[in-house]
């Protein structure tokens, strides 16, 4: 199934009058003082209308610096160079400026024609560029050398490079990188090195600067080029996985993360009924700046050093390849592994199906990368750690969405629209609406075809949505049609209005998929803390004594302490995190809470001080909920040492309601290491009188 292009309100370009065929990029030079990247871009274009006479790519705020154009000679293949009347138009506010290039005589509005541009650049220096991130040498574990690494989802590609930013266009794409001496380059493809970029990353400490050439054979859309440079090593783990990192991570992460891809890998290929496309598999441990989990670029993972705890697989090393290990003894193998982590590692390999195989074509359908990744995530997992392990997932999900519909519905009503499952973003950054809804909202979406066609037919249906738009762009319209080709009758029963353009989330039954042992031990512990569900389905908190509290918890938990789970702890605290109302509970209550579900992982300790991020933020947040003033310094440690956007944007909000001065203090010292996207996230967050406090109103 193709769709028809058509133009994207994210992007300047004209790209269904003139495509791009394949990309090149090279950073030339690297200056960590200016915080800029020198470079070019060579974009091979084929003209699609008679009509086009000029080629439109997306910049931001870099300097052009020249611009050459040229016809490819038919038969010789040659590029006749000249050098056209480019201009740029004046900026608009998130989408940067159009740059507009003749396409050169000889191809003008001659379909399917060829010919190049190489535009140069110098990027604006530091924060003017948001499509990377400058990390000082302290940031980093060595701290020896600095880092600099690209994040360009979903539409910062263009802040550093001018091309067609948008994910409708998608080609493979070739880059080279010229490094100051003592740093080594990885990128989202595959190490191809050659006589002017002769360099490798390997297991060996950097030493000199020198050239990287990566390639990508498999067409992707500009968000997913991707780069790093720093003081980096490569440790392999197997024949196609490995870690790339500070030398100080590499080790470490191998050791934990051994056989976790290797098993998704396989896993994902099984239940999709497609191979893995993309070669080799490798994970980039970045510092805890980094404002995500993980970022799905092909090849390579970008994930964030939080997720690394110590933990181990059953057996850490093998004399066979992980790839002669039956799936069965690798799923055994990594059951010890830290349950956070492999979520995250599973979901970002997920992507090579969703999302990088099969694209979303614009912003507002996220949820074809999303939500189809959650789904085929939880059905790795279950293939992994079995069926119940797959509803308990889908459960907490559910709470996550929950979560997500709440937070955009009792915000400012325009941004009441992001609660929705294709939400209308033409007038923002699509950032903006960044949220867990495409996600959660997105696979609750699939719930409900499962829920119609029954479990293996949607399997049977994904494996054919995967291998029918593989390589290629997909839009909620052609999704649903193809589910209606296939499955006429249930897709005219499901109202589409309500499940994908409704805001508020209307009551749900997915109890069939989500019912297990794991859940009900769940509730028993929310019974036992004095929780339920009102009348109107929000949940609610009987008051208690923390005496009272301690007693009834630790009874349930102590008795039933093997089955008790990290996701029971995250799912735990989500749906006292979802109680409405100011305070719902005493500090004395949440520091109870914080206390016995600390004991019951680790045997003693707090939750909001376990080295699981995904846990110790929401027992801080769940503190701060019951405005508990004793949380102050653990509050600062927690928020100075790490930049995730989604934890930053919670505890900010929560902290500045308690008290906005301790917020703005925490904020005004912390600043500096976070990542520009998360300084947005935390200053709205904020809100005017944190800002003040920080010293920034
Ligand atoms: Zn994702």
């Known amino acids: 199934m193709t769709t028809t292009p058509r133009p994207d309100v994210h992007s300047f370009s004209n790209f269904t009058q003139v495509t791009t065929r394949s990309l090149d990029l090279s950073v030339s030079s690297i200056d960590f003082e200016q915080k800029t990247l020198d470079g070019f871009s060579c974009l091979e274009l084929e003209v699609l209308s008679s009509e086009a006479k000029e080629v439109v790519l997306d910049i931001g705020k870099q300097k052009i610096t020249g611009v050459t154009a040229g016809v490819i000679g038919r038969e010789s293949g040659v590029t006749q160079w000249q050098t056209p009347n480019f201009s740029i138009d004046p900026p608009t506010e998130h989408l940067g400026r159009p740059l507009r290039i003749p396409i050169p005589e000889g191809a003008k509005q001659q379909k399917g024609a060829l010919f190049h541009v190489k535009i140069h650049f110098t990027t ?44 409708a266009v998608k080609a493979p794409f070739a880059i080279t990188v010229t490094t100051p001496d003592g740093m080594a380059v990885a990128c989202s493809g595959t190490s191809a090195p050659t006589a002017e970029a002769p360099c490798q990353i390997s297991a060996a400490v950097p030493v000199k600067g020198g050239t990287y050439r990566y390639v990508q054979t498999n067409p992707v859309p500009s968000y997913l080029i991707a780069f790093a440079c720093g003081h980096l090593v490569h440790l392999p783990m197997s024949a196609r996985c490995g870690v790339v990192g500070d030398p100080k991570e590499v080790a470490p992460g191998v050791e934990e993360l051994r056989g976790v891809p290797e098993a998704a890998i396989r896993a994902a290929e099984e239940i999709t009924g497609v191979r893995y496309h993309w070669g080799r598999y490798d994970i980039l441990v970045l510092p805890r700046f980094f404002p995500f989990g993980g970022m799905e670029n092909p090849n390579l993972t970008f994930m964030n050093a939080c997720l690394l705890t110590g933990s181990r697989p059953l057996v850490p090393e093998s004399e066979k390849d992980e790839s002669e290990v039956p799936l069965s003894d690798l799923a055994k193998r990594i059951s010890s592994v830290d349950k956070c982590l492999v979520d995250v590692v599973v979901h970002e390999i997920c992507h090579s199906w969703a999302g990088n195989l099969v694209t979303n074509a614009q912003w507002c359908d996220f949820w074809l990368n999303e939500g189809f990744d959650e789904y085929l995530t939880r059905a790795v997992l279950e293939r992994l750690f079995g069926a119940d392990y797959r509803k308990f997932q889908h459960r907490v999900g559910l709470g996550e969405m929950e979560k997500a519909v709440i937070e955009w519905m009792e915000g400012p009503e325009e941004e009441r629209e992001y609660a929705k499952v294709v939400p209308n973003v033409d007038s923002i950054d699509p950032d903006d609406a960044f949220s867990r809804i495409p996600y959660e909202r997105g696979c609750a979406v699939l719930l409900r075809m499962e829920q119609k066609i029954g479990r293996q037919a949607m399997i049977l249906w994904l494996k054919s949505h995967f291998s029918d738009n593989a390589k290629g762009t997909v839009t909620t319209e052609g999704v649903l049609q193809h589910f209606k080709e296939k499955h006429p009758k249930a897709h005219a029963e499901l109202d589409w209005q309500e499940i994908l353009y409704r805001s508020d989330y209307p009551p749900h039954d997915f109890e069939d998929i989500v019912a297990s042992p794991a859940d009900a031990l769940l509730q028993e512990a929310l019974r036992a803390s004095g929780v339920s569900r009102g009348s109107d389905g929000k949940p609610k908190m009987t008051p208690m004594e923390a005496g009272d509290l301690k007693e009834k918890l630790s009874a349930v938990l102590s008795s039933s302490s093997a089955q008790w789970s990290d996701l029971h702890t995250s799912a735990y605290l989500d749906e006292l995190l979802l109680i409405p109302g100011e305070r719902p509970l005493s500090p004395e209550c949440a520091q109870v809470i914080d206390s016995i579900l600390g004991s019951v992982r680790d045997g003693g300790g707090d939750i909001s001080s376990c080295p699981v991020t995904e846990l110790s933020y929401r027992a801080l947040w769940l503190r701060l909920r019951a405005r508990d003033l004793s949380v102050e310094g653990l509050l600062r440690s927690f928020l100075c040492g790490i930049g995730r956007g989604v934890y930053l944007k919670a505890l900010y909000c929560e902290a500045a309601k308690m008290d906005a001065q301790m917020a703005g203090r925490i904020y005004r010292e912390a600043r500096g290491r976070y990542h520009p996207t998360a300084r947005t996230q935390a200053e709205k967050a904020l809100g005017p009188e944190g800002l003040k406090a920080a010293g920034l109103d």
Not at 127 to 145: C, I, M, N, R
């Open 124 to 167: 604006a220096p530091g924060t003017e560029t948001p499509g990377v991130d400058w990390l000082p040498a302290e940031s980093t574990s060595s701290q020896t050398h600095p880092l600099v690494y690209s994040q360009f989802q979903a539409i910062l590609a263009r802040t550093v490079f001018p091309c067609m930013d948008c994910p």
